[in-house]
Antibody, heavy 115, light 107 residues
Framework: EVEVVESGGGVEQPGRSLRLSCKTS????????ISWVRQAPGKGLEWVGF??????????EYAASVKGRFTVSRDDSNSIAYLQMNSLKTEDTAVYYC??????WGQGTMVIVSS | DIQMTQSPSSLSASVGDRVTFTCRAS??????LVWFQQKPGKAPKRLIF???TLQSGVPSRFSGSGSGTEFTLTISSVQPEDFATYYC?????????FGQGTNLEIK
């Protein structure tokens, strides 16, 4: 069974850091791009960032709102992706979803940035 | 950045109605468009990719069309489980961008 599970969310103060994990199973993780998408409370979906498979060069791209603060990475040997979030802002408060090539999604993990 | 504009922002329909959602791109994106359905508290679910290809397991009452800058998602006969919010996403160029969503409500 294909599964994507995010973890690592929680409450953090502005300026601090959090690292989200995206653990997958049931498919060949290394073959797929991984995107992170977020949704602020009561708002629409926002694409955050993306890492291609190594076969496609492992290209990484970010939304302007997080570029320079967030880092996407992947560990193909363990089928896990990460979203390192530094210099957190209150506007980063959202549910963060991990998705494999936009087709398989996790249940999301909530991040609250508040003093 | 490519702007994706969905219309209407909300739509009221009855079970059995035919409904159509529109998504317009600020510049041409070929057919690099995905439609998602999202229910409250749940992750988005991909319905259509490549603008018109139905995701495996999605009922055939859903269909997508369009290319370039204008795209539509049609539900031929709305069912109770279809009341949700629908989003389009362009993945033609970075940053990928979502439309603001269309909320399908029960009339």
């Amino acid at each position: 069974e294909v599964e994507v599970v995010e973890s690592g969310g929680g409450v953090e103060q502005p300026g601090r850091s959090l690292r989200l994990s995206c653990k997958t199973s049931g498919f060949t993780f290394a073959d797929y791009a991984i995107s992170w998408v977020r949704q602020a409370p009561g708002k629409g979906l926002e694409w955050v960032g993306f890492i291609k498979s190594e076969a496609f060069g492992g290209t990484i791209e970010y939304a302007a709102s997080v570029k320079g603060r967030f880092t996407v990475s992947r560990d193909d040997s363990n089928s896990i992706a990460y979203l390192q979030m530094n210099s957190l802002k209150t506007e980063d408060t959202a549910v963060y979803y991990c998705t494999s090539s936009l087709g398989v999604w996790g249940q999301g993990t909530m991040v609250i940035v508040s003093s | 950045d490519i702007q994706m504009t969905q219309s209407p922002s909300s739509l009221s329909a009855s079970v059995g109605d035919r409904v159509t959602f529109t998504c317009r791109a600020s510049q041409g994106i070929r057919n690099d468009l995905v439609w998602f359905q999202q229910k409250p508290g749940k992750a988005p679910k991909r319905l259509i990719f490549a603008a018109s290809t139905l995701q495996s397991g999605v009922p055939s009452r859903f269909s997508g069309s369009g290319s370039g800058t204008e795209f539509t998602l049609t539900i031929s006969s709305v069912q109770p489980e279809d009341f949700a919010t629908y989003y389009c996403l362009q993945h033609n160029s970075y940053p990928y961008t979502f439309g603001q969503g269309t909320n399908l409500e029960i009339k």
